[in-house]
């Protein structure tokens, strides 16, 4: 089991609880992949890399939805790859952890936005 494991069962614990119990794994999921894509976003604004393309200005607007799908898509799968259903439902932790690893997951994410939110107002 790895950091990326309870986070996700973190997501998990909180999202199988009430109306989205049928859809926790997958809610999970893409908590996950939102907070990936944001700490690599971030990465990618202070080491001042350009992910798109050139031409990313010309395509048109069908173009760019398609592109955004299949990278989501693509994404998507690879964690779902990654981190398996059952291995995230099989988990089980302690009252005492699940409850520190949710102020941990808390602050981790208002981190991620203070970083990202730095890294926009530096770079323009």
Same mark, same amino acid.
Not at 27 to 39: E, G, H, R, T
Not at 41 to 55: A, G, H, M, Q, V
Not at 65 to 91: C, D, H, Q, W
């Given at each position: %089991?790895?950091?990326? +494991?309870?986070?996700?069962? #973190?997501?998990?614990?909180?999202?199988?609880?009430?109306?989205?119990?049928?859809?926790?794994? /997958? &809610?999970?999921?893409?908590? #996950?992949?939102? @907070?990936?894509?944001?700490?690599?976003?971030?990465?990618?604004?202070?080491?001042?890399? +350009?992910? @798109?393309?050139?031409?990313? +200005?010309?395509?048109?607007?069908? %173009? &760019?939805?398609?592109?955004?799908?299949?990278?989501? #898509?693509?994404?998507? =799968?690879?964690?779902?790859?990654?981190?398996?259903?059952?291995?995230? /439902?099989?988990?089980?932790?302690?009252? /005492?952890? @699940?409850?520190? *690893? *949710?102020?941990? %997951?808390?602050?981790?994410?208002?981190?991620?936005?203070?970083?990202?939110? =730095?890294?926009?107002?530096?770079? %323009?």
């Amino acid at each position: %089991m790895n950091h990326l +494991d309870f986070a996700t069962f #973190i997501f998990y614990h909180y999202f199988s609880k009430g109306k989205t119990q049928s859809i926790a794994y /997958e &809610k999970s999921i893409v908590a #996950i992949m939102i @907070l990936v894509y944001l700490n690599v976003l971030t990465l990618t604004i202070f080491l001042e890399i +350009d992910l @798109l393309p050139k031409n990313y +200005d010309l395509f048109g607007t069908g %173009m &760019k939805y398609l592109l955004s799908s299949a990278f989501v #898509i693509f994404f998507y =799968f690879g964690f779902t790859l990654m981190l398996p259903k059952k291995r995230i /439902e099989n988990l089980h932790f302690s009252k /005492e952890a @699940l409850k520190s *690893g *949710g102020y941990i %997951m808390v602050f981790y994410i208002l981190a991620s936005f203070t970083l990202f939110y =730095f890294a926009v107002k530096q770079n %323009m």
